[in-house]
């Protein structure tokens, strides 16, 4: 199967973007602009370029703005949809509510982060593996601050790191799910992704992590990365 398979894309974009206040307080985060485009358009482009044929976006919290702005996504050659929710559900809450339009395979994205990522590769990965959820990875590293002391078992020091740089794979926001994975999340349940996925993991297991070294990932999370975002994108434009 390849990524023309899966027709379907899903967008939480209900947050409430407190870490982005005083902006989000008449606009929703996925609204404010990154180069010429809303942040939400990266997405959606980004989607579409990848074969998505219909997008839900679930929305909440000054949703009118999103609604209006990409209308029923005709302008933007793909079908859009919007599932409002009253109330903040958290992420794996607020997925829940795409339940009664969502029978597929389907690829979700958060509102904050925009990529270049090749989602043929993701799916095929993870119809290979025959997964309920395949969570898209990437490698980050972070020089410490501080010297890292070994003690052993006497309190004698036996090893002093300078500041060592440490290495992990972070979640991107961005998955492959089988419509079962609703059935791990409860009616009107206020629960994170991450609680949502643990569920998955102890019942069947079927969850697998994509690392995509390949992929570029811009994460617009608080105040601070939507600046470092925006300059990024200012550069590019002098370089064009």
């Known amino acids: 199967m390849s990524t023309k398979d899966v027709r379907v894309g899903v967008i939480l974009a209900a947050g409430l973007g407190t870490r982005m206040r005083p902006l989000t307080y008449i606009m929703p985060k996925p609204m404010l602009p990154l180069g010429t485009k809303p942040i939400l358009q990266h997405i959606i482009e980004w989607m579409r370029d990848n074969g998505i044929e219909e997008i839900y976006v679930l929305t909440s919290y000054l949703s009118k703005f999103i609604e209006s702005y990409f209308g029923d996504g005709s302008e933007f ?3 859009i949809k919007y599932i409002r929710s009253d ?14 339009y969502v029978h597929e395979t389907f690829i979700l994205s958060y509102c904050d982060v925009v990529t270049n ?13 025959g997964a309920v959820v395949t969570m898209v990875l990437t490698r980050y590293k972070e020089k410490l601050r501080f010297g890292h002391i070994v003690l052993n078992e006497d ?8 500041k060592p740089e440490i290495e992990m794979l972070i979640n991107t926001g961005i998955y492959v799910f089988e419509p079962l994975i609703f059935k791990y999340i409860n009616d009107g349940e206020v629960v994170g992704m991450d609680e949502v996925v643990t569920r998955v993991m102890k019942d069947s297991g079927r969850v697998y992590g994509y690392i995509a070294d390949d992929a ?25």
């Not at 608080?222 to 200012?234: L, P, T, V």
């Open 155 to 162: 309190m004698k020091v036996i090893e002093w790191r300078e």
């Open 117 to 129: 990522l090749n989602l043929r590769d993701v799916i095929d990965f993870h119809f290979r593996k």
């Open 87 to 100: 109330r903040p559900l958290g992420s794996g809450g607020q997925l829940k509510i795409a339940e009664p």
């Open 216 to 240: 570029e990932f811009i994460d617009i999370g608080d105040y601070d990365s939507y600046i470092r975002a925006c300059d990024e994108y200012i550069k590019k434009f002098g370089r064009i």
């Open 77 to 79: 050659g793909i079908r």
